[in-house]
Nanobody, 118 residues
């Protein structure tokens, strides 16, 4: 069983920065692909960034160049650094661990709210 506990988020003005963290219950990064999703009110949950267990990094086009996803293996933590935030980035953000081997083996963090508003 994998447990993911998120922290960070909050209210920030447009152009500001926030950093989200997702702490895993153990060193899972060699076995799981890690992903950040977001879900805005009334919209579907969407993938914004991912790191495969082999280290391949991918970003959604709308956040590329503004968000940076990273992993700190020593702290069992995945980070999402968000800069130059826009009102359209307002959403609940979720981290997810997904096994590339075992079908259906995925775990979600509890979600954290990010609000970008003046």
């Amino acid at each position: 069983q994998v447990r993911l506990v998120q922290s960070g988020g909050g209210l920030v003005q447009p152009g500001g920065s926030l950093r989200l963290s997702c702490k895993a219950s153990g060193n899972i990064f060699a076995f799981y692909n890690m992903q950040w999703y977001r879900q805005a009110p009334g919209k579907r949950r969407e993938l914004v960034a991912s790191i495969s267990k082999s280290g391949d990094l991918n970003y959604q086009h709308s956040i590329e160049g503004r968000f940076t996803m990273s992993i700190d293996v020593a702290q069992n933590t995945v980070w999402l650094q968000m800069d130059s935030l826009k009102p359209e980035d307002t959403a609940t953000y979720f981290c997810k661990a997904e096994s590339p081997v075992v079908s259906g083996a995925s775990y979600w963090g509890q979600g954290t709210q990010v609000t970008v508003s003046s």
